[in-house]
């Protein structure tokens, strides 16, 4: 077979739940000379990621590191290293991405509940609280920010809650990562994962995670080895910490990538950018309403960094998603799930 023609995607700006664009700079250090995963320049380069990510999750737990993979391989790293066969975990749905959750949990051999919610709405703190006072659950988890819905769901109450049943907090923060504050420690959230293609402006390929010391023990105090190989934190944490044991060849250049992109966000400051995504997204709101355009979810839980509209009756909305792209080269997202055809993103 002769090789096929150069790839030569177009240019998109790209304005649905993600990929985000790509600050150039990041993209520069995607072209950066690609060194062994040992090298200690490397070894260098991951330190102070680990050290970026640690103030970007609002944290100083000692275990932040970029796991290989997109956000979905965050999700299975804080189940598969927290859930054994037979845990109960309770899980919150109110979108696809909780839905998510339920099937990753499921598939580690746990017993899952959940707490639903109807999507584009939030969760309600006190059926959490009631699913928590039925039973001794291992580990809790919620989306922060519902990528499938727009919406940012409370997490103050929930995660006191959560706290005091003595359960393990695990949040999702693919979407809010660098777009709200996710307060990892002011929580008390035990594990966090993220992507990185979203508020952080970086291609997908990496999944930063976090975990608290708690859960580093439960972790350390397992019964049974970790079911995925790939994915186990105990061998992947003596390749980020000083031991440097090789596990798997680190993706070096996504890793050089999410380097420069964390160094943007540090640069330009956390609380600048929070705030600059919600000025962007009550700016949306305002002329988004000049064209009689409705937003899907109510003021008081809408992520800022995934505005969520109504597709107006009679539209067809994957019509203007194709005109959009063919006139010009702008990519929104569809809704998903129960909002296809009634919400774009
Ligand atoms: C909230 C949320 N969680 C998890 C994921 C899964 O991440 P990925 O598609 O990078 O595997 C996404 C992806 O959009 C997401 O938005």
Redesign the pocket.
């Known amino acids: 077979m002769s090789a096929a023609p150069k790839a030569n995607p177009p240019i998109r700006t790209l304005l649905g739940?993600?990929p985000s664009p790509v600050s150039p700079r990041v993209l520069a250090a995607l072209a950066l000379p690609v060194v062994g995963h040992l090298d200690p320049k490397f070894l260098e380069i991951m330190d102070q990621s680990m050290a970026m990510l640690r103030e970007v999750f609002q944290t100083k737990n000692r275990l932040a590191l970029p796991m290989s993979g997109?956000?979905?391989?965050g999700?299975e790293t804080c189940f598969v290293n927290l859930v054994e066969p037979g845990d109960a975990v309770l899980v919150g749905v109110n979108g696809v991405?909780g839905t998510?959750m339920v099937d990753v949990a499921q598939r580690c051999g746990a017993q899952v509940d959940t707490v639903e919610a109807e999507w584009g709405t939030a969760l309600d703190a006190q059926k959490f609280k009631d699913a928590l006072g039925k039973k001794q659950y291992k580990v809790a988890a919620v989306?922060h920010?519902?990528?499938s819905t727009g919406v940012l769901q409370p997490l103050d109450d929930i995660a006191e809650m959560v706290r005091e049943s003595g359960a393990l907090l695990m949040v999702?923060t693919?979407?809010s990562l660098g777009g709200a504050p996710v307060r990892v420690d002011e929580l008390g959230i035990d594990a966090c994962y993220s992507?990185t293609?979203?508020c952080l402006g970086c291609p997908?390929g990496l999944s930063p995670v976090t975990f608290s010391e708690r859960a580093v023990e439960v972790i350390r105090k397992r019964k049974t080895k970790v079911q995925s190989w790939y994915l186990d934190l105990s061998m992947i944490e003596k390749y980020w910490s000083s031991e440097r044991i090789y596990h798997h060849t680190a993706p070096i250049s996504m890793n050089y990538a999410l380097h420069e992109a964390l160094r943007i966000v540090l640069e330009e400051g956390l609380e600048k950018a929070w705030q600059r995504h919600r000025q962007v997204h009550e700016t949306f709101v305002r002329e988004m309403r000049k064209l009689e355009l409705e937003p899907a979810v109510a003021e008081s839980i809408r992520a800022p960094m995934i505005n969520t509209v109504k597709v107006p009756e009679g539209v067809d909305d994957p019509k203007v998603r194709q005109r959009l792209y063919d006139d010009f080269d702008i990519e929104i997202g569809a809704g998903l799930g129960p909002l296809k055809g009634k919400t774009r993103r």
């Open positions: 739940p993600g997109t956000g979905s391989a999700m991405f998510r989306v920010a519902e990528t999702d693919v979407t992507g293609q979203k997908p």
